[in-house]
C-alpha cells in the first residue's frame, strides 16, 4: 500500500459500536510512498506514526 503527502487514509473501526478514523498523510517515511506515515487524525488533532493494515484505504486528498 502507497500513499502520498495530503492523502486521505480511512480506517475501518474493529466493533459495531465504534466509528471509523479519518486522517490526512502529513508524511511519508518509507521509500516511494511505502509504510510508516505519520498521520493527522481528523477531530482529534494529533499525529501518529501509522503502519497500515488490511482495514485501511487511501485516497488522494480530491476524492
Same mark, same amino acid.
Given at each position: 500500500?502507497?500513499?502520498?503527502?495530503?492523502?486521505?487514509?480511512?480506517?475501518?473501526?474493529?466493533?459495531?459500536?465504534? @466509528?471509523?478514523?479519518?486522517?490526512?498523510? !502529513?508524511?511519508?517515511?518509507?521509500?516511494?510512498?511505502?509504510? @510508516?506515515? !505519520?498521520?493527522?487524525?481528523?477531530?482529534?488533532?494529533?499525529?501518529?506514526?501509522?503502519?497500515?493494515?488490511?482495514?485501511?484505504? !487511501?485516497?488522494?486528498? !480530491?476524492?
Amino acid at each position: 500500500m502507497k500513499a502520498n503527502v495530503g492523502d486521505r487514509v480511512v480506517v475501518a473501526s474493529r466493533r459495531v459500536d465504534e @466509528p471509523t478514523r479519518e486522517g490526512e498523510v !502529513v508524511e511519508v517515511r518509507g521509500a516511494a510512498g511505502d509504510p @510508516p506515515w !505519520v498521520v493527522r487524525w481528523a477531530g482529534r488533532g494529533e499525529e501518529s506514526l501509522y503502519f497500515p493494515g488490511s482495514d485501511t484505504v !487511501v485516497g488522494s486528498a !480530491v476524492d
